[in-house]
């Protein structure tokens, strides 16, 4: 067992500092297992007051901790004694429990009942053979099922958690298993909560707790003590470990991690990547089962006539039908579907797409509409300044990246490059660069060039603030002797972000820099030239946005005035009446790899939709570069009535029906808050389109719920994104969104291509079987040799097409319709044939032996033989699904097919010549020309298939 959370040193020197701090009592700070068990119910007789009763400072010094973090060495001392902030896993059933499992199965207990009855026939052999056949394939699913989980495992290790952590006197990212008892912790808006966290600081904090309390409206928090016997849901002053920030800021102390924690003490994994179970699987599932009812009915009427016709003797008779049933049912699908299922999981993973949920890849493959966040998806989220417009001027900026190498120059009348600007020269540039410097979290620093800093600049925070921070170190500004008072944190409601800030010399200002139209908004006059106040000119300014925007360039204005002199008055109340400093054009260069994957999608018949937040006219410049714009998907006409982009407001004002009727022509959203995408996304599904739809913002999850693929940005994302969504981008890409799509067509291709190639086996041995008794003719397959069959293909064969590459038009095709059964008509009608043929070839080879008088035991194994080889042809006509296999492809590009063939080869072989399997088995050595037959045969069957796939496409 682990040590828990909170023993030893931490707890102890807590517990001595608590009864200096409060009079000797015995203290837990929700980490004390013997302590906490009382926790939920506050503390109950003799406990202590409990962290959320306490003032800040107390907790903090019980904790031997300040508001200013630990030091890395106290910190790393803490993990040791107290262990990683982890929960140990769900507890997994015993070993038994999980190979137990694999024989409640509807075959199993055929084979378990066709045991018993050759037990009282007295044929021990046979006995022995059918249950070690029957535990076999109970460890095949068991090693199948185990790979599965492990594959999922490893993808559930890829979706860590991080937190923001004061170390060493400054935040730092650390993983949040390193999360100890007295860390300083910062949580906003759409973070996971690391561990459970006494508040010291709280701004409009509202968190979602429905994991605890199973309330789900959120909850608000604050800095205040409650009483000690507060219950969970009512414990305002603390934060607990896994539940998701709403809304807002907080900073608070680490009370208690891992098993210590109020989930660990629930012991509930909130987040899960799902179970191996998908509709695919479970529509296979009831299929295995009414397959098995069928063949149960059809072994009644087998028994029937072989009795009443043809005077078939009872142990014959359940031999028969032993055989029959062994035969028809698919037992290693359900696995086999799993099996290409976590495969193909793990190629995406590898391809940087993590899937959470199992069923999104076979969503994925009919994707019909790609709804993407713009900036850092499409494009590459590096944001540099280009362009200052003021009240009467433009400044040109020079420079890449974040390092503040470059200079800010005046345009000239001609458009040219004039003088080098200068702060006290230009004070409406003054104006605009320190409002853009003071309103910003992002700091440039140097060191270490992995952010994509250009000469060591690397920048920490957010890229449009680095963007204006570098444009202000470029023009010069020097923050030094600036303090902030108050800040209204940036959100992607609001589109701006303000600051109070005091001057050197004491005095206050308010600064806002945010989206254009909602600065303006705000603002009454403007800077004049001259660095004066002047009335605002709007008309001008919103040209000047057009103009910025239309030249596919990020705009942001920045606005300013002197602080209110009431100290009270809350900083959003006071953001009126400002002056418009001026406007900054950014760009944000396009991602190369995306303008491919939207071409490449729009082969595949996929739309792909721009929703931003930028302005409208960036958008669409940006969309038109990017091949959204101007081009119609799928084979679909732009509406020539649609309008080329829809506004956030302009959506608001449309009734769901004017919605609906533009929604699929409309290729670009601007302007947008988190709350119009839903209605995006449930337009486009009420036509049936099935909706793959990116989020990265807190405010974003219920889109990602409502979409058929929810995928979240694995970067920038929130944790609350990542939970509701489907699938996780580990590196924010569009162009991954595509790879996805096309893995998931590729993974649907192959289990297709299984389940194509596994029934014919089922269908082969049934038909034998069956006209055998009815007609009254020798058995050319005993019950054994069938589970023969049946295991060696299992094992060898059906494993490679999980392997199988994509089909070179998998992107060319349309996608696929969701509702459409894996099984339609055209399969049914080639598993059919194949039965057919297969089984028509081995009861060819089997009566043409014993016409020439072979042993039953030799005819047997010929026949045993010829479905084996049959199989193995057949197999490469299952590499291709529509495509012709009569090329020299067929040879290429999957090994494992190769080694599948060798080993099942080599598996024959033991059956045929190896005398313990001639016990066993009723096998008998057979020839070379058996050997040759069989092997032409085979060659036939291939050649037919390929007849039948020809005559298929033609039709088609
Ligand atoms: P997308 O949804 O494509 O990622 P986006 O990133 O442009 O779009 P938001 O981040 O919501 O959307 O930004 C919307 C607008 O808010 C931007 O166009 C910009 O004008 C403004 N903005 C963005 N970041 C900041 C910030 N840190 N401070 C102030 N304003 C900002």
Known sequence: MRVPQSVGGVRGAYVGARERAIGGEMGR????????????????????????SLAPDAVLAALRADAGGLG?????????????????????????KRVLVHFDDILIYIL???AVLKAILGDWVDFTVILAVAVINAAIGFIQEGRAESALDGIRQMLSVHAETRRDGAWAKVDADDVVPGDVVRVRSGDKVPADVRLLQATNLRVEESALTGESVAAAKSVDAVAADAGVGDRTSMLFSGTLVAAGQGVGVVTATGEATEIGRIQTMISEVTSLETPLTRQLDRFGKALAVLILGMAVVMVLVGRLVHDFSVAELVSASIGFAVAAVPEGLPA?????LALGVQQMARRRAITRKLPAVETLGSVTT?????????????????????GAREFAVSGVGYAPDGEVALVGPDGGRGRHADLTEDPDLAAVATVMMLCNDARIVVGGSDDGGAGGWRLVGEPTEGAVRTLGMKAGVDPVGWSRVAVVPFESENKFMATQDRDPDGGLHVHLKGAPDRVLDRCATQTSPAGASEPLDRAFWERQIDALGGQGLRVLAAARRSAPTDPAAELVETLTDLELCGLVGIVDPPRPEAVDAIAQCRDAGIRVKMITGDHAGTAVAIGREMGIVGAAAGGRDAGADAPAVLTGPELEAM?????????????VYARTSPEHKIRIVSALQAHGEVVAMTGDGVNDAPALTQADVGVAMGIKGTEATKEAAEVVLADDNFATIERAVEEGRRIYDNIRKSVLFLLPTNGAQSLVILVAVLFGLTLPLAPVQVLWINMITAVTLSLGLAYERAEPDVMRRPPRDPGASILDAVFVRRILVVSLLIGGATMLVFYAERAQDTPLAEAQTT?????????LAYLFNCRFLDRSSVTLDVLRGNRVIWISAGALIALQCVFVYAPFMHDWFDAAPIGLEEWGKTLGLSVVVFVLVEGVKWWGARRH
Not at 661 to 667: E, L
Request: net charge negative; aromatic share 2%; glycine share 8%.
């Open 29 to 52: 700070m929700g980490s004390a297992p013997d302590a906490s068990v009382e926790s939920t119910a506050g503390p109950g007789a003799g406990g202590a007051p409990a962290p959320w």
């Open 72 to 96: 890395s060495a106290d910190a790393a001392t803490r993990l040791a004694e107290v262990g990683a902030n982890r929960l140990p896993p769900p507890e997994r059933d015993p070993l038994w």
């Open 112 to 114: 378990l009942v066709s």
């Open 336 to 340: 086999l579907v799993t099996i290409t």
């Open 370 to 390: 790609v709804c993407s966040d713009k900036t850092g998806t499409l494009t590459k989220n590096e944001m540099t300044a280009r362009s200052v417009r003021t």
């Open 655 to 667: 009734t769901t029906e004017e919605l609906r009727a533009v929604v699929r022509d409309v290729d």
């Open 863 to 871: 026949a045993v033989t010829m479905l084996a080889l049959g199989q």
